[in-house]
Nanobody
């Protein structure tokens, strides 16, 4: 049974920073591709950033240069460092773990960027 537990969300002012963490239970963490998605009410969930098992990364255009995804295989954790936050980054952020065609999701963590 795979569980993903996110933490680090909250309220931050525009221009501020937050770091999200996602800890995965179980084994073989290093074999999983990991990602962060976000969703706002009435819109589809969208990819924010992803990191493959060999640590190749990719980002949505809207967050390039501001967000950084990283992984610590020893801690079975993936991180999303978010800098220069904007009000339009406000969303529920979900952690994703993928192996082959199987996806696992965390419960989501709210990020609100507001003054």
């Amino acid at each position: 049974q795979v569980q993903l537990v996110e933490s680090g969300g909250g309220l931050v002012q525009p221009g501020g920073s937050l770091r999200l963490s996602c800890a995965k239970s179980g084994t073989f963490f290093s074999r999983y591709a990991m990602g962060w998605y976000r969703q706002v009410p009435g819109k589809q969930r969208e990819l924010v950033a992803a990191i493959s098992s060999d640590s190749t990364t990719n980002y949505a255009d809207s967050v390039k240069g501001r967000f950084t995804i990283s992984r610590d295989n020893a801690k079975k954790t993936v991180y999303l460092q978010m800098n220069s936050l904007k009000p339009e980054d406000t969303a529920v952020y979900y952690c994703n773990a993928r192996i082959g065609t199987i996806d696992y999701w965390g419960q989501g963590t709210q990020v609100t960027v507001s003054s």
